[in-house]
Nanobody, 117 residues
Framework: QVKLVESGGGLVQAGGSRRLSCVAS????????MGWFRQAPGKEREFVTS??????GYADSVKGRFTISRDNAKNMVYLQMSRLKPEDTAVYYC????????????WGQGTQVTVSS
């Protein structure tokens, strides 16, 4: 059973940058697709970005501002966020998808990112 733990959230001013980290334990994630999702207050959880053997994908709202990366040797995934906007305020979740799974099936507990204007 893979466990995911996010870190790096906090308060940041609009226009600033922040890097989120996600460490996996209980198994290797090297063959997994990894992703970041977020949920703002009163809204549904939404896709932010993903990375897999096929490449990376980004939501239009973060394209050009956010970058996902991974370090398989460390079993970690990162989300570099720059030019942050107040509308990026949300709880950010790390997620993992096994190769045979149809959807992301492991989730972290989330880390809060608050962007002040």
């Amino acid at each position: 059973q893979v466990k995911l733990v996010e870190s790096g959230g906090g308060l940041v001013q609009a226009g600033g940058s922040r890097r989120l980290s996600c460490v996996a334990s209980g198994g290797t994630i090297s063959t997994f697709a990894m992703g970041w999702f977020r949920q703002a207050p009163g809204k549904e959880r939404e896709f932010v970005t993903s990375i897999s053997s096929s490449g990376t994908g980004y939501a239009d709202s973060v394209k050009g501002r956010f970058t996902i990366s991974r370090d398989n040797a460390k079993n970690m995934v990162y989300l570099q966020m720059s030019r942050l906007k107040p509308e990026d305020t949300a709880v950010y979740y790390c997620a993992a998808k096994r190769p045979e799974a149809l959807r992301f099936d492991y989730w972290g507990q989330g880390t809060q990112v608050t962007v002040s204007s």
